[in-house]
């Protein structure tokens, strides 16, 4: 069921939160096994959240329409006391003593915290493969990837092992999961969601955000975790409404744009008609198709790579077996500590993006390389601006391909990155973007269809994906996760 559904439910005392956390502990007990959606599973903290809730509702409390719904939160946001790995050794045994803005939030909201959800090492990767306790997998098919980074994420609510979870997106870390397992995942703009807390990847390009099975689940998730932090320097100072309650699920007289470089070569055919069929539905509804070109689209994976990279290396620095996390035990002095420490800790997908930007900071190379990628940057914002000159919404894949079968490209790292291909884009420009189920390939695994809008227009975005859930008719969890007499759409 959805969040929605549910908090009906809970506030018409059809049902109880403590029901609720059980139903899904239940689900987690019956397929986490084979899915590997869960660094951590914090049962009996999440009935004690929803006792809580129950004891509110019976004393007739006004509630969020969060309170009692079961949320898993990606291991690299901080939870008091709660193991924050970030799927790596080097935080293996990291318990921090702070929550993230955005626990405290859904903490006030009353919303069940069911676990910590598995991730790529850091947050670098696309499929959930290099997580150093378990690879996470597709609940469509378990053969097959999960997406990255934000993989346990989204599989935990398309398994039903969660009705709501948050991710981080970096570089499509939230969309390419979301795509791949058949949910809906917004990545945010820039600044308009707290970071304090989150484990930091690439600082300029890092942004907190919801999955969900409805796009209501996801505003009403939104409307909760954005506005201005004062421990965050870089969140935005804005009013902020219910998006949830904001919906106009009308895209009459909407401008669509459909850039052509998301439409070429790479792009495999299913995709590129499955997301086409999808905006023909959305101009049966009204919208109006407009051709745009966003040029410099080729050279925006190597500019993210670049900038991605350098601020890993300096943000990542901060690991090395001094102050907390993991420490090697053998080691003769201080700098071998160190080197052994990072050595030992990091998975080789880490140390290859730490070694890359360290070397384009470099002295020698800081000019030819990441300056080159600031000032690529600029202008991928800039031609994202123009375009919106044009249209209300750019339309686009999440992914050139639905997902690849696990170990598939664990060995060819560029070919790993060419995942990220069509998301890059919106973190570089700090943009909004949704991603929403809009067919099934010819192996029956999801395909997602990107919505991009100007900064803040959060409100459009679930507007037009709204509008376009309610012409499919809703999305389900994987069928082949599915309880009894459940239903899936």
């Known amino acids: 069921m959805t969040a929605a559904s549910l908090s009906e439910k809970l506030q018409k005392k059809e049902c109880s939160a403590v029901e609720i956390a059980h139903s899904v502990f239940g689900q987690i007990a019956k397929v986490e096994g084979t899915i590997g959606s869960f660094v951590t599973v914090c049962e009996e903290q999440a009935l004690e959240q929803a006792k809580e809730v129950d004891r509110k509702i019976a004393a007739g409390e006004d509630l969020s329409p969060l309170a009692g719904i079961p949320i898993g939160v990606k291991d690299n946001i901080c939870t008091k006391d709660v193991l924050t790995s970030c799927g790596s050794k080097m935080l293996s045994n990291f318990q921090p003593p702070y929550n ?9 909201a009353g919303a069940v915290i069911v676990g910590k959800c598995n991730m790529d090492e850091f947050a670098m990767g696309s499929s959930c493969e290099t997580s150093y306790f378990k690879p996470a997998k597709n609940p469509w098919n378990p053969d097959y990837v999960p997406g990255g980074s934000s993989g346990g994420s989204a599989s935990c609510v398309s398994a039903g092992e969660a009705v709501l979870a948050l991710g981080s997106d970096t570089g499509g870390s939230i969309r390419l999961p979301a795509s791949y397992c ?38 009403s998730l939104y409307s909760v975790i954005c506005g201005k932090d004062p421990m965050d320097a870089t969140s935005a100072q804005r009013e902020y409404g219910d998006f949830c309650q904001g919906m106009n699920r009308s895209v009459k007289g909407l401008r669509i744009g459909i850039p052509q470089e998301y439409f070429g070569e790479g792009v495999e055919p299913q995709v590129k008609a499955a997301v086409m069929a999808g905006i023909q539905r959305l101009a049966e509804e009204g919208a109006q198709a407009v051709n745009i070109t966003l040029p410099s689209t080729d050279y925006a994976l190597s500019a993210y790579y670049i900038i991605s990279s350098a601020e890993a290396s300096s943000n990542l620095a901060r690991f090395d077996g001094v102050k907390y996390g993991y420490r090697a035990k053998d080691y003769t002095n201080l700098i071998d500590m160190y080197e052994k420490t990072r050595s030992e800790g990091f998975g080789d997908e880490v140390k290859r993006r730490i070694m890359l930007g360290t070397f384009v900071l470099s002295s020698g190379f800081y000019d030819a390389y990441y300056k080159r990628a600031k000032q690529m940057q600029q202008r991928i914002a800039q031609e994202y601006a123009d375009a919106f000159q044009q249209c209300d919404v750019i339309l686009t894949p999440t992914s050139p391909s639905p997902a690849f079968r696990v170990g598939e490209r664990t060995d060819d790292p560029l070919k790993m990155y060419a995942a990220d291909v069509c998301t890059v884009t919106v973190n570089i420009a700090g943009l909004p973007a949704i991603s929403v189920p809009c067919g099934i390939s010819e192996n029956g695994l999801p395909i997602g269809m990107q919505m991009i809008g100007p900064k803040f227009s959060e409100q459009m975005l679930f507007d037009v994906a709204g509008c376009y859930e309610t012409i499919c008719g809703g999305f389900g969890i994987a069928p082949s996760m599915k309880g009894e007499g459940g239903q899936t759409k």
């Not at 993230?100 to 006030?108: G, H, N, P, R």
């Open 100 to 108: 993230a803005t955005v626990v405290d939030k859904l903490e006030q």
């Open 182 to 219: 058949g949910v809906v995942g917004l990545k945010p703009t820039y600044g308009s969601v707290s970071r304090y807390g989150l484990v930091a990847f690439a600082s300029s390009l890092d942004q907190i955000g919801p999955l969900g099975r409805s796009v209501a689940d996801v505003a």
